[in-house]
């Protein structure tokens, strides 16, 4: 650690060294910057989908990971757990650090502790078990008696964090069963109460709870005269769940299309997009950006041509003769998307920002394998974003060219579409130097520049052009004081310019809460600060 004065403060550099980053390539053959081992596992971890079952362990991803672990400060490695399942809000990897943790780590009360605060949820009980057995080539819950006596002191104390209906919402037939966890964690009940539901448990007989998901399978085994009594049947119960206020928001922003379809009454749509544009529920629904725009793209699917007619005005027309209540719908997305953005802080109207997103090839590679979406999605999101926040502000794409192409603050996820459609018109290749040449050439002083990439970069030219020697340029000669904040999408371990270059930061994660770290940034902190800062006890 190195202390150095900030406007006349002292600041705390984590990521500062008398001496350069070790020169490396990166997957295209082109010069880049090694991280430390704490960087590294930061963006490989906040830039790691895992679907609901986990990835085998000869995974490249979990090989690295469990490498980079073995490297790091185990506290360290807790509070990343801990910070990327309750501030980034991802699932799965957070288990997986644990369960690596309970490997590396003995003899303290490390693990016990990092594992209380990594389960949020009752079924994440069951997938620690199982993401610990797969771990440690175990095949079975009865394998299960070897357990690691910190994590099951830890699952033992999230045992007394969960109530009956949180219990049975989640009690389900895999591998892994809640009555498994129970017989191999023994908890202890806090009282009388909760041993009757730890019976519960082991007997099989927590009730039904009331769920979406529980109320449409009831409903899809029921037998019915005709199709339409069908339909009509799960109108109805759309029409319930909205009135209920039991359909969770995230339960909401993936059904939408669904409820659409099912033809729900004007006041019933109308309700949903009142939650869907709460800016307190968009806040307490914890949703990735991108999903936002999932919705969105959805909806406009409906929209496609059948017989001269789109599907939504037909649906609509029939119900309530309002033809346009879809595009109410869509509006909620936009005020929601823009609500998630309201906690971007730090651009005045003084604020000179350019933004880039790269839309180079590689950056069309889906977040998970089955997923639609992609980190070039992504980019565009969190990119429009920020610009939704930004009063002076370029912002464009870059591939084998760099365009600006500037766009309104307001509708993000429009922009993203506007942006999507024009992708091809600066070509597949990652050029990103071009970014920082350009501004040089122009000799425009920007105080932040934020790119959106997979840190893949290169140059086609084959002149070596690269962004370490164009930013070196672009502050000496134009803007001494600009800052490069780079928005790591990939996390592929490599760096496209020295992370100790004075102004340079690396930002990493899908998250809107990645621009959390910005302000940190412009307090003197680091990246990495936010997550040495978690209190585990």
């Known amino acids: 650690m190195v202390i150095t004065m900030t406007e006349g403060k002292p600041t705390m550099r984590y990521n500062t060294s008398t001496r350069a980053s070790k020169t490396v390539v990166n997957n295209e053959g082109a010069r880049a910057f090694a991280m430390t081992p704490e960087f590294e596992l930061y963006s490989a971890v906040v830039t790691w989908s895992l679907s ?17 672990i073995e490297r790091c400060d185990p506290v360290f490695v807790g509070q990343l757990a801990v910070y990327v399942r309750t501030t980034m809000n991802m699932r799965s990897v957070p288990l997986q650090l644990v369960a690596e ?12 502790q990092v594992t209380n605060k990594v389960i949020r949820r009752a079924d994440e009980i069951t997938e620690l078990l199982a993401c610990y057995a797969l771990m440690n080539g175990r095949t079975s819950s009865k394998k299960l008696g070897r357990l690691s006596k910190q994590v099951q002191k830890g699952l033992s104390m999230a045992f007394n964090s969960f109530d009956e209906y949180q219990f049975a919402k989640y009690d389900r037939k895999t591998s892994i069963t809640l009555r498994d966890a129970l017989f191999v964690v023994h908890p202890k009940p806090k009282d009388v109460e909760q041993q009757v539901l730890f019976d519960k448990i082991a007997s099989g007989e927590l009730a039904t709870p009331y769920t979406w998901e529980t109320e449409l399978s009831l409903l ?10 069908r339909s009509d049947a799960f109108t109805a119960k759309w029409e319930e769940l909205i009135e209920s206020n039991k359909l969770g928001y995230m339960a909401l922003l993936r059904n939408l299309r669904n409820i659409v379809q099912a033809g729900v009454s004007g006041v019933h749509i109308e309700k949903v997009c009142s939650v ?13 950006p991108f999903r936002f725009l999932s919705a969105y793209r959805e909806l406009q699917q409906l929209g496609e041509q059948i017989d001269g007619n789109t599907v939504v005005d037909r649906i609509f027309r029939a119900i309530t003769g309002d033809r346009g209540l879809v595009g109410g719908v869509i509006d909620a997305l936009e005020q929601a998307v823009t609500a998630s953005a309201l906690n971007v802080q730090g651009f005045d109207s003084e604020t000179r920002v350019l933004i880039a997103c790269d839309v180079s090839g590689s950056m069309q590679t889906p977040v998970s394998p089955k997923s639609t979406v992609n980190m070039f999605d992504i980019g565009l999101v969190l990119g429009m974003m920020l610009r939704s926040r930004c009063k002076r502000a370029e912002i464009g794409m870059f591939g084998d060219t760099w365009k600006v192409i500037n766009v309104p603050a307001t509708n993000i996820l429009a922009n993203v579409q506007a942006f999507y459609a024009r992708e091809g018109e600066v070509g597949y ?3 990103g130097h071009l970014v920082i040449r350009d501004l040089v050439k122009r000799g425009v002083a920007m105080d932040k520049v934020m790119i959106f990439t997979d840190c893949q970069m290169w140059d086609t030219s084959c002149r070596g052009l690269d962004i370490q020697t164009a930013w070196l340029t672009y502050r000496r000669d134009v803007a001494p004081d600009a800052r490069l904040y780079l928005f790591d999408l990939a996390g592929h371990g490599q760096a496209p310019i020295n ?4 102004g340079v930061y690396l930002i990493a994660g899908w998250s809107d ?4 770290v910005l302000t940190a940034i412009d307090n003197g902190g680091t990246t990495l600060d936010a997550i040495r800062a978690i209190d585990l006890n």
């Open 276 to 288: 869907l544009a709460d800016p307190k529920k968009v806040a307490q629904s914890k949703q990735f």
């Open 499 to 502: 992370l100790r270059s004075d």
């Open 101 to 112: 943790l309970a490997r590396t780590s003995r003899g303290t009360d490390l693990v016990s």
């Open 52 to 68: 609901d079952t986990f990835y085998e362990a000869s995974d490249d991803r979990g090989r690295r990971i469990r490498m980079l």
């Open 513 to 516: 809460k990645v621009f959390d």
């Open 220 to 229: 899809g085994q029921a037998p019915y005269e005709t199709p339409q009594a």
């Open 429 to 431: 290749a990652t050029n």
